[in-house]
Structures are given as C-alpha cells and as structure tokens.
C-alpha cells in the first residue's frame, strides 16, 4: 500500500509535508516518492515540524537515504529540511 504525502510541485520543486506521520511511515513514502519522482524534480522540500519531538526531523537528516539524494540542507526554519536530488540517468 503506497503512503499518501501531502504534496505540492512548483517549477523544478515539490513540497511535502510528512506532519501526523510515524517516522517510519514518513520513510516508506519519502522513498516511494525519490523513486518515482520525474526527472526534471532537483529539490524536494521536506515540511516536518519541530515542537512535538525530533523523530520526523531526525529521520529525515539522519536516517533516510537514496541514491537519488546528493544533499540535505538544514534551514533556517528547524522544521524543514531541503533534499537537494542527482540528475536521474
């Protein structure tokens, strides 16, 4: 069963928002959706807040990998996190 991320493309960028999801949940679909992601996507914005607990936060930055990945950028704002992707060959 695929998980449903809550998500927005703009231009060459796609925003998720993985609140209200188990790390593990939020995994499963952030890797379904490097997998799948078209071509022309280079920056995916991870949404995952920060005032209820780091488990999201700490998945994201520490734990998720994927080919697809080339970078991850803390911001500004702690409740998000950049994922800069490769070109898919």
């Known amino acids: 069963m695929a998980i449903k991320l809550l998500q927005e493309r703009r231009g ?3 925003e998720v928002n993985i609140h209200g999801m188990t790390a593990e ?3 499963r679909g952030l890797e379904q959706l490097l ?12 949404i995952h807040g920060y005032n209820s607990g ?4 700490d998945m994201v930055r520490l734990r998720l ?3 697809r990945i080339a970078a991850k950028l803390v911001c ?3 409740g998000e996190t950049r994922i800069l992707l490769k070109e898919r060959k």
């Open 54 to 57: 780091q488990a999201l936060r």
């Open 65 to 67: 990998k994927h080919p």
């Open 25 to 27: 949940e939020a995994k």
């Open 12 to 14: 060459n960028l796609l």
């Open 35 to 46: 997998n799948r992601a078209d071509a022309k996507i280079t920056e995916i914005r991870v």
């Open 76 to 78: 500004l704002n702690p």
